[in-house]
């Protein structure tokens, strides 16, 4: 398919670099697609950015049809543009399509469309410290109908946001909350997709994390409430005695392209991470006992974030007297750094925008 453009006459001015929020502003341009049982996916196409007109019985609105991705963009300092591992995303698009009923992507083609949106707006990819140009792909419901059945059609769009860092604490470590009275999914359902309904069914906890003075919300396993699972916007490793430990894949947790890459640079470097089941309270035993060295996050948002603090019932856990642990700092800098062209790619993982 042929993918049109039409450009907008009027060109917003650029933000300021160095004071972008993340998730606020966004570009000129989107990209649309349109899906029917009878034509497939069609009309593509990419225009000035605007409203998308829907009736009041949208499906979407009602039953909560819809699955997303995020990525970035990153301006190296020779202007070039940076991806990194895009087709990975659009990979998980599709195994996200797959669970909530949606028409697959031609994944080459969702790419090609992606790269040529970001031809048109590279303008937007900001050059300050630690800024990117955040990607939102995503496909909603669009039959105007009630009733609990799949769609039969759908929209296909991306937009883009010039960003800078996903938490205020930026690199710093932050504090994380378990909670014991809700959970975020259970196997079986679809914890392990990007679908709309898993945030909102996390805002009640994270709002109590954050009214507490917490960052994030730290979740347990919906069944036994006691094996940790991720953290609202992250996964979550730990280092234990030298051994990194994250969570294994279970059905209810997302497999993260971030905590991939971790993955695979701990294996090149001779310290394989453990896939495995962990308790809160095997952590606990590893804090009280000295053994519990690290702490962090992974995520497109924040790419590698230090836990400093974990608050389980009327236990506080101080990690790495606040300070940035050693792996943290070489998963961040190494991913990083090939984002942003610092760095040699070892991996293949880093796509330049043609």
Known sequence: MDISITRSEFLKALPDGNGLAFGTLFTDHMFNMDYSTEKGWHNPRIEPYGSITMDPSTMVLHYGQSIFEGLKAFKTDSDTINLFRPAENFRRFNRSAEKMCIPKLDEAFALEAMKQLLAVEKRWVPSAPGTSLYIRPTIIAMDPFLGVRASYTYR?????????????????????????EYVRAVPGGVGDVKTAGNYAASLCASEEAQRRGYTQVLWLDGVERRY????????IFFVIDDEIITPALSGSILAGITRDSVIQLAARWGSPVTQRRISIDEVIDAHDDGRLQECFGTGTAAVISPVGEIKYKDKVLAIGNGSVGPWARKFFDTITGMQYGREPDTEGWVEPLD
């Open 228 to 235: 940790i699972e991720e953290v609202g916007s992250m996964n």
């Open 156 to 180: 296909f769009f991306i937009i883009l946001s010039p960003v800078g860092p996903y938490y205020k604490e930026g690199f710093d470590p932050v504090k994380i909350w378990v909670t014991e």
